[in-house]
């Protein structure tokens, strides 16, 4: 149980939130207006486009902005885009043809299109599924690079995984945010589009300190976001090293994890 002074909880939705088949539980909504009595509000960020959250917004009841691609762009309730950051041109043509070279399958993500080369390629499906809406099919990714919001590089192979991460990082350094968010996915976003700046961001906006948000996940693009608050949560199914970086743990997404560190991390009741 923490005893300072939470004004905002911040969560991840996949692996947090949400449970494997992406169900949102009455336990953790029961939690969340939890929050909302005790005068604590709740925000999401994911890495999913912010139209691939929209069928949470209304069982959460938001009243923040909501901040997709990990913070490439946060929106109102109704879609509105308040801020984006695009990759520049020349990054995002360089991280298409690294990961393209590295064999691993490549989405690229501009304003709220997804675009894909192949729909048949591991994941689309299931992303399709999770997301409520399909991707676009093109033959080459060059006339949607100019705004591209999120590259993803995907590959079930996480040694090449690994291999592609530490590529992409050392190219691209400082010029960009590069970090998985699922074992299978890499994404690649503006420098300013990751989970620290998001807290950032909710803090200048709502007027809270940073000392007062508390975060939830279970990621590595999640650690940013654990290094920027006051007090921070990694869920059971987070690795090692991600629970490592976080205040507590929980248990993890299919026995309640979520609910269970409201209930007894802001709450302060039993789990």
């Known amino acids: ?96 043809e690294l990961l393209i070279g590295h064999g691993v399958d490549v989405w690229v993500y501009a304003g709220n299109e997804w675009y894909v080369r192949d729909a048949k390629a591991p994941h689309v499906d299931r992303e399709s599924w999770t997301v409520k809406f399909a991707p676009q099919v093109i033959k080459t990714f060059d006339a949607v690079l100019q705004g591209a919001v999120k590259i993803v590089g995907v590959t079930d192979d996480h040694a090449l995984m690994e291999t592609c991460e530490r590529d992409a990082q050392r190219s691209f350094g400082n010029r960009t945010t590069t970090a998985c968010s699922q074992p299978y996915y890499l994404d690649i976003t503006h420098p300013e589009a990751n989970k620290g700046a998001v807290v950032k961001y909710l803090s200048k906006t709502l007027g809270i300190p940073e000392s007062e948000i508390a975060t939830i996940g279970d990621q590595p693009n999640d650690v940013l976001m654990f290094q920027r608050s006051g007090f921070s949560i990694a869920m059971g199914n987070a690795s090692d090293e991600v629970k490592a970086k976080a205040t507590v743990t929980t248990t993890d997404s299919e026995n309640e994890g979520f609910a269970r560190a409201v209930e007894a991390h802001l709450l302060g009741g039993a789990t």
């Open 1 to 96: 149980m923490t005893f300072q002074q939470i004004s905002l909880l911040l969560a991840d939705v996949d692996g947090t939130l949400v449970t494997r088949e992406k169900v949102l539980t009455e336990r953790a909504q029961a939690a969340i207006r939890g929050l909302s009595e005790r005068g604590i509000q709740f925000a999401i960020t994911s890495g999913r486009p912010p139209r691939g959250m929209a069928m949470l917004f209304d069982k959460l009841a938001l009243r923040t902005p909501i901040s997709g691609f990990n913070g490439g762009m946060i929106v109102q309730q109704d879609m509105s885009i308040i801020e984006a950051h695009t990759l520049p041109q020349d990054v995002a043509q360089t991280a298409v």
